[in-house]
């Protein structure tokens, strides 16, 4: 009997974990295969070959981009090198870019290791940038004053335990921001599972000086967010759900849910036409070859462009895909006067003539 219940157990625990694995692939997409969606004028970037996870461009065509991350699990080819924040002017004819210098002595540079940016610019003009930053794998926000001498001042840390897993973070103003912690647990074993289970546990927080308060939650890896141009609503994607949500933002700073968006492709960091409102969004079409990295099979690279997503009908484009030849691991896409910026999660970054 002892035996037979023994048996009884182990059939049910490995039916379990093979219906796990079936979603656990799924969510992964881990067979999707992409078909090559080329632009033309575009080409590599020089200077980063480290990654370029998030970039954030000024209205007057500077871009921040953030380069070296290293994140459990992921692949990183600077792994013995502190990240740097880059900036590029998007301007010129053949724009380079340039590491930012760092002043403030109670910054660690050695540990720096950026992941999201996002910048606030004051009524003066004074433009912040707030970087999230995983120090010995750790997570906390930057707060930095970019100064015109191409130099961050670095103002204070911000730490908090509702922040113990950041990924993105838009800012609202310049110690205010929503920010995505894209896993519950902090332990790496505990973390491993969640991912594996699909816990969805994974939650979003307003962070003010006075406030800090949990503010949607449910998501399985809650990834990229950033707002409309009005300020009206807050946009959030769900790598592993392969969603796109729009929230309703409040004069309280609450969050509403009004609709989700359904997508075949693991969607990451998302910028926002400040324009037109456009949404652009770097994807990755194969999970598991982001999370299993084999430099035989690389990443593969995607870009999406959603326009009128507020309508009952939002149209989805995608503009570039790419089998990991030249650009492995897209993770987000931003436009600027006919001229898109692509960034990756390790990996290169590419600029094309749109």
Not at 185 to 201: H, K
Request: charged share 20%; hydrophobic share 40%; with cysteine.
């Amino acid at each position: 009997m002892a035996k037979l219940m023994l048996l009884t157990l182990l059939g049910l625990g490995l039916a379990l974990f093979r219906d796990h694995r079936v979603s656990y692939q799924t969510r992964l997409n881990a067979f999707q295969e992409i078909t090559p969606v080329e632009l033309p004028n575009c080409n590599l970037v020089k200077g980063i070959e480290t990654g370029s996870e998030d970039l954030e461009i000024l209205p007057n065509g500077l871009a921040f981009i953030s380069s070296g991350l290293k994140y459990p699990g992921i692949k990183s080819f600077a792994s013995d090198q502190p990240g740097k924040i880059l900036l590029m002017d998007l301007n010129g004819e053949d724009p380079t870019v340039l590491e930012l210098r760092v002043i403030g002595s109670n910054f660690d540079q050695s540990s720096f290791n950026p992941h999201g940016i996002s910048t606030f610019t004051d009524e003066d003009n004074t433009v912040y940038l707030l970087v999230v930053n995983h120090p010995d794998f750790k997570s906390t926000v930057e707060l930095f004053k970019f100064q015109e001498e191409k130099s961050l001042l670095h103002l204070k840390t911000i730490k908090h335990k509702l922040l113990p897993n950041l990924n993105d973070i838009v800012a609202v103003g310049p110690e205010h921001f929503y920010a995505t912690n894209d896993h519950y647990f902090v332990d790496p074993y505990l973390r491993s599972w969640e991912l594996y289970l699909g816990l969805a546990w994974s939650y979003v927080v307003y962070y003010s000086p006075n406030e800090v308060r949990v503010m949607a939650d449910g998501f399985d890896l809650a990834n990229g967010i950033n707002i409309s141009p009005d300020g009206k609503y807050v946009y959030i994607s769900e790598l592993l759900a392969h969603k796109i949500h729009v929230y309703e933002k409040h004069a309280n700073w609450t969050l509403t849910p009004l609709k989700s968006l359904d997508l075949n492709t693991l969607v990451d960091t998302i910028s926002v036409d400040p324009v037109t409102g456009d949404l652009w969004v770097g994807c990755h079409p194969n999970g598991m070859k982001i999370f299993f990295y084999d430099p035989e099979n690389p990443p593969t690279s995607e870009m999406i462009r959603i326009q009128d997503i507020l309508t009952e009908e939002p149209k989805v484009t995608q503009v570039y895909a790419e089998n990991g030849t030249m650009l492995q691991g897209s993770a987000v896409a931003s436009v600027y006067k006919g001229k898109l910026l692509v960034g990756t999660v390790f990996h290169r970054a590419l600029y094309c003539e749109l």
